[in-house]
């Protein structure tokens, strides 16, 4: 059997020891995105920090050919459940206007430094790429 996976790789300068996404047969899997900028930097406020990972979500995607807009299903690790309607709320505000996908959002503990959310997802290929 052939192996058909395409592997996409992490920016240069951000090499990993595992593949930023996979797709295969259309389908899109996007590794867990995490709250650090560009820069390094990790946001203090929850909010700030679900807008971040979704932006890394978002560029994971369109690298391997997606988007927002074709996720299928999001799984969301929270350190404290307690943020829920606080991350909940940015939430749907970096997703407005695109038709929302199944959520699993669950409370984790550990994260390194300051971070505290997490979010992966599976998406769609867009055919118009």
Request: glycine share 8%; aromatic share 6%.
């Amino acid at each position: 059997m052939t192996d058909q996976r395409e592997l996409v790789s992490h920016p240069a300068g951000t090499e990993r020891p595992y593949a930023r996404a996979a797709v295969f047969a259309g389908t899109i899997w996007a590794c867990g995105q995490i709250p650090t900028t560009a820069d390094g930097r990790t946001p203090a406020a929850i909010g700030d920090q679900v807008r971040v990972a979704l932006d890394n979500l978002e560029s994971t995607l369109q690298a391997a050919g997606g988007g927002l807009h074709t996720l299928l299903k999001a799984t969301v690790y929270l350190a404290d459940l307690s943020e829920f309607d606080e991350y909940n709320t940015a939430y749907l505000a970096r997703l407005d206007g695109i038709p929302l996908p199944p959520r699993t959002t669950v409370e984790v503990a550990r994260f390194r430094g300051d971070k505290r959310i997490e979010i992966d997802g599976i998406a769609a290929v867009d055919p118009a790429n």
